[in-house]
């Protein structure tokens, strides 16, 4: 086992090594693409029936963006991965006139390096159901679009202070179309984020700077935003009140030290 977190732990830092590298790109290949800066916070919740299983649920507000529900459920295995499936609602756009329902699933792999140290990968699935649009006017019509995403976050652990452990996060990820899909490009959004945040008794708090660069947006020439996060993130117990299940004998990871495993 340890061999084998070894070798995915290796991979992974080598992922968000090339990942940190190939996010140039976007920045090259985008030069005529619009800066926009913005808001976005975002509440994320897992509520745990027992040490396995537990239910997802998260909403959030991208400023003049989108604004998006969601909800899951999660089957977590003794070794750590997660398995997640569920339903998401959305309003896109500046004026959130389109409508997206997106059934979704995930899987994510906590990998710990060390007291200190942690990485994390996460495989997500979007079936996307979106309201049709024709010449920038919605339509009574429904697109389909199949997206993979890809991300990978690699944390930083500080020692205790009096609020609570801070810690430090650099994250990846590449959410790519279906390559069959001939309306849309491959690539269709590059995240790079630095985040900082507080995990305390009750709630997990990430703020910092997240560039979404979105090739296909802004009638193609591209939109390059510049996002400064808040995001909430909380761990409910709902079978003991008093006791960590990181204190269960069969739970080998605890959770609450990987925030990204729902994530945006």
Not at 30 to 54: I, K, R, V
Not at 251 to 261: A, C, F, L, S, V
């Given at each position: 086992?340890?061999?084998?977190?070894?070798?995915?732990?290796?991979?992974?830092?080598?992922?968000?090594?090339?990942?940190?590298?190939?996010?140039?790109?976007?920045?090259?290949?985008?030069?005529?693409?619009?800066?926009?800066?913005?808001?976005?916070?975002?509440?994320?919740?897992?509520?745990?029936?027992?040490?396995?299983?537990?239910?997802?649920?998260d909403t959030h507000y991208n400023l003049d963006t989108f604004f998006?529900?969601?909800?899951?459920?999660?089957?977590?295995?003794?070794?750590?991965?997660?398995?997640?499936?569920?339903?998401?609602?959305?309003?896109?756009?500046?004026?959130?006139?389109?409508?997206?329902?997106?059934?979704?699933?995930?899987?994510?792999?906590?990998?710990?390096?060390?007291?200190?140290?942690?990485?994390?990968?996460?495989?997500?699935?979007?079936?996307?159901?979106?309201?049709?649009?024709?010449?920038?006017?919605?339509?009574?019509?429904?697109?389909?679009?199949?997206?993979?995403?890809?991300?990978?976050?690699?944390?930083?652990?500080?020692?205790?202070i009096r609020w609570g452990k801070p810690f430090a996060q650099i994250?990846?990820?590449?959410?790519?179309?279906?390559?069959?899909?001939?309306?849309?490009?491959?690539?269709?959004?590059?995240?790079?984020?630095?985040?900082?945040?507080?995990?305390?008794?009750?709630?997990?708090?990430?703020?910092?700077?997240?560039?979404?660069?979105?090739?296909?947006?802004?009638?193609?020439?591209?939109?390059?935003e510049h996002s400064f996060i808040v995001w909430f993130t909380q761990?409910?117990?709902?079978?003991?009140?008093?006791?960590?299940?990181?204190?269960?004998?069969?739970?080998?990871?605890?959770?609450?030290?990987?925030?990204?495993?729902?994530?945006?």
């Open positions: 086992m340890a061999e084998a977190r070894s070798m995915i732990s290796r991979r992974l830092l080598a992922i968000l090594a090339c990942s940190a590298v190939l996010s140039l790109a976007p920045s090259i290949a985008g030069a005529d693409a619009e800066h926009e800066g913005t808001f976005w916070t975002g509440y994320m919740s897992s509520w745990w029936l027992d040490p396995s299983w537990a239910l997802w649920f998006l529900l969601r909800g899951g459920v999660t089957h977590a295995f003794e070794a750590g991965p997660t398995v997640t499936a569920g339903y998401a609602w959305l309003l896109l756009n500046p004026e959130f006139e389109r409508e997206e329902h997106r059934p979704w699933a995930q899987v994510f792999v906590p990998i710990p390096l060390n007291d200190d140290w942690s990485l994390s990968g996460r495989f997500r699935m979007d079936f996307r159901f979106l309201d049709s649009v024709e010449n920038g006017e919605v339509t009574d019509g429904t697109d389909f679009a199949f997206r993979t995403r890809f991300q990978t976050t690699l944390t930083r652990r500080f020692a205790p994250s990846h990820e590449l959410l790519l179309n279906a390559a069959s899909d001939p309306h849309r490009d491959v690539v269709d959004q590059n995240r790079v984020s630095l985040l900082f945040g507080l995990e305390t008794k009750w709630v997990t708090i990430r703020t910092g700077y997240m560039n979404r660069y979105l090739p296909s947006a802004r009638g193609g020439n591209g939109l390059d761990r409910i117990n709902l079978r003991e009140k008093k006791q960590r299940l990181k204190q269960n004998q069969k739970q080998k990871i605890d959770y609450d030290d990987y925030p990204e495993y729902g994530g945006p």
